[in-house]
């Protein structure tokens, strides 16, 4: 993939050069190349295994997921997006799963650039149905280019509107905020994220947590939680479980020990 830079330096062009070169390298199978892209405080999210991977074990991470044989490889289905210091990635991945089987995945990266280094990496994958199954496409009337821009259309909504901020955001806001039906979205979010609605939401409310906690670090957890949407604590303590590991009185503990 080559760098397409619009006038040098700029946000976009910097998030495009990075991100480009770093899935080359993979392509590459350099996995050296790759660890050295990795920012120190990188977060990397599995979520089609549901899982956050740690720097220290992220070089085992990628190594087992490159092509190793001429029957696995990679196809992308859309040109990389830029939005700001995210990049978006499309791919259909032939790949060996850890049973064994070959499988083909339907894959999408959001890909956010921090100083010129890989900060945070979020992967959506599923499971592409063998081939002659697509019913449920069309009876939605969905392409497989129409599932592709669906599926940038939210994520740019998300990316740049935050309407998860909302308390009260549901499947079918966001569905009339995006021109879809509401099993249209469904559809994308469970077919080709392999997520529902409310894991979708979290997600995004526990992305902005973060980002919050990393302007103002002493902030309350639960004041946080409540101002990027949360509107139950005990959703909000099993979530930040889910992407931590540890409640969030345990979080701080360690993260006190840590510094």
Same mark, same amino acid.
């Given at each position: 993939?080559?760098?397409?830079?619009?006038?040098? *330096?700029?946000?976009?062009?910097?998030?495009?050069?990075?991100?480009?070169?770093?899935?080359?390298?993979?392509?590459?199978?350099?996995?050296?190349?790759?660890?050295?892209?990795?920012?120190?405080?990188?977060? =990397? !999210?599995? !979520?089609?295994?549901?899982?956050?991977?740690?720097?220290?074990?992220?070089?085992?991470?990628?190594?087992?997921?490159?092509?190793?044989?001429?029957?696995?490889?990679?196809? =992308?289905?859309?040109?990389?997006?830029?939005?700001?210091?995210?990049?978006?990635?499309? =791919?259909?991945?032939?790949?060996? #799963?850890?049973?064994?089987?070959?499988?083909?995945?339907?894959?999408?990266?959001?890909?956010?650039?921090?100083?010129?280094?890989?900060?945070?990496?979020?992967?959506?994958?599923?499971?592409?149905?063998?081939? *002659?199954?697509?019913?449920?496409?069309?009876?939605?009337?969905?392409?497989?280019?129409? #599932?592709?821009?669906?599926?940038?259309?939210?994520?740019?909504?998300?990316?740049?509107?935050?309407?998860?901020?909302?308390?009260?955001?549901?499947?079918?806001?966001?569905?009339?905020?995006?021109?879809?039906?509401?099993?249209?979205?469904?559809?994308?979010?469970?077919?080709?994220?392999?997520?529902?609605?409310?894991?979708?939401?979290?997600?995004?409310?526990?992305?902005?947590?973060?980002?919050?906690?990393?302007?103002?670090?002493?902030?309350?957890?639960?004041?946080?939680? !409540?101002?990027?949407?949360?509107?139950?604590?005990?959703?909000? =303590?099993?979530?930040?479980?889910?992407?931590?590991? #540890?409640?969030?009185?345990?979080?701080?503990?360690?993260?006190?020990?840590?510094?």
């Amino acid at each position: 993939m080559s760098a397409r830079l619009s006038p040098l *330096g700029t946000t976009e062009a910097i998030t495009r050069t990075v991100v480009e070169h770093y899935h080359a390298l993979w392509i590459a199978q350099d996995s050296s190349g790759l660890m050295a892209l990795f920012h120190p405080r990188i977060e =990397y !999210f599995d !979520f089609f295994n549901n899982r956050q991977i740690p720097l220290e074990r992220l070089q085992q991470y990628v190594c087992r997921s490159f092509p190793s044989g001429p029957s696995q490889h990679i196809t =992308y289905t859309d040109e990389i997006r830029v939005d700001g210091d995210t990049a978006f990635i499309q =791919y259909e991945a032939r790949l060996t #799963l850890p049973r064994g089987q070959l499988a083909t995945l339907r894959v999408c990266e959001a890909i956010t650039v921090r100083d010129r280094l890989i900060w945070r990496v979020h992967e959506y994958a599923s499971r592409l149905r063998e081939s *002659g199954d697509e019913s449920g496409e069309a009876r939605l009337g969905l392409s497989e280019r129409a #599932l592709q821009l669906m599926l940038l259309d939210l994520q740019h909504y998300f990316h740049t509107e935050r309407p998860y901020l909302d308390a009260g955001l549901s499947l079918a806001k966001v569905a009339a905020a995006l021109g879809y039906t509401r099993n249209q979205v469904s559809h994308l979010l469970n077919q080709v994220l392999g997520m529902n609605f409310y894991q979708y939401l979290s997600n995004a409310r526990m992305d902005e947590l973060f980002r919050r906690l990393d302007m103002q670090p002493t902030a309350r957890l639960d004041d946080l939680a !409540f101002a990027v949407g949360f509107n139950s604590l005990s959703v909000f =303590y099993r979530c930040f479980r889910e992407r931590t590991g #540890l409640s969030p009185r345990h979080w701080r503990e360690q993260q006190r020990r840590n510094s």
